[in-house]
């Protein structure tokens, strides 16, 4: 069911499991990507909102929340934590696609006590985005559309995900989608991710274009004691492309905290 909550004068919409949350549950909340929305995580909200305590975030400027979008993961940590305490969520295991995952390493850099764990999915200690990308943004966003897509899937996924996917970009302002990337585009984590003291598991699709595993090598190796988890027959949207193996991982792993 949909929820919405008023975070310093902003409707933020988030996605919850029941009427209210129980503070003393284990809770799983999900961050979506670079001009994303809830139903990036349909497949993990549907199947384990009966296992666990289930929110799934919309940032501002995205799907059902209101606000122009920011252009800087350390502000958007900030919705985050405010959204959380908002909800009355007590040391959530934060799940991050992409900028969402960019988002949750930072929250652990700088908020690391107020969570259980932490999943990075897609993600890297930087995120270099092209340039043209963000030129193309300005200027003629429907081509950019389709090139996200050819990238952040596996071939054989290109077509059951691709129309739903460009239809589902477009419905999010360019500038938007152009401010998250340039958030991602800023990231820089490689000197502080050491710091992560959370249990954290980091997740890539085997056949990532996007963000390559080799990324996701150098979180599992910098941040003491994360764990790597590989999604076969997957690109940047492991948690879409193979939901079976994508909640196992992520099952076991937030039983084990």
């Not at 992560?196 to 997740?203: N, S």
């Amino acid at each position: 069911m949909m929820r919405t909550v008023d975070v310093d004068g902003r409707k933020l919409s988030t996605w919850v499991s029941g009427e209210s949350l129980d503070p003393s549950r284990k809770t799983l909340v999900f961050i979506h990507g670079s001009a994303g929305d809830h139903t990036n995580w349909i497949y993990q909200y549907s199947t384990l909102k009966d296992r666990f305590q289930v929110a799934v975030l919309e940032l501002p400027g995205h799907g059902q929340s209101e606000g122009p979008g920011e252009q800087s993961v350390d502000v958007y940590v900030e919705w985050v934590r405010k959204t959380i305490a908002t909800l009355g969520i007590a040391r959530p295991i934060l799940i991050g696609h992409s900028l969402g995952s960019a988002i949750s390493l930072t929250f652990a850099v700088r908020h690391g006590s107020l969570l259980t764990g932490i999943v990075t999915v897609g993600s890297g200690a930087r995120m270099p985005v092209n340039p043209a990308l963000l030129e193309g943004l300005k200027t003629n966003p429907g081509p950019i559309y389709e090139m996200a897509v050819k990238f952040s899937f596996t071939k054989a996924n290109r077509e059951r995900f691709g129309k739903i996917m460009v239809e589902s970009m477009s419905r999010v302002d360019p500038m938007i989608f152009h401010g998250d990337l340039t958030a991602c585009d800023r990231l820089d984590l490689t000197e502080t991710a050491g710091s992560i003291r959370v249990p954290t598991l980091v997740v890539c699709g085997d056949d990532d274009k996007m963000t390559p595993p080799s990324l996701s090598e150098f979180l599992r190796d910098t941040i003491p004691g994360a764990k790597l988890a590989r999604i076969p027959e997957a690109g940047h949207f492991a948690m879409m492309e193979n939901p079976e193996a994508f909640n196992q991982v992520l099952s076991e792993f937030a039983e084990s905290l």
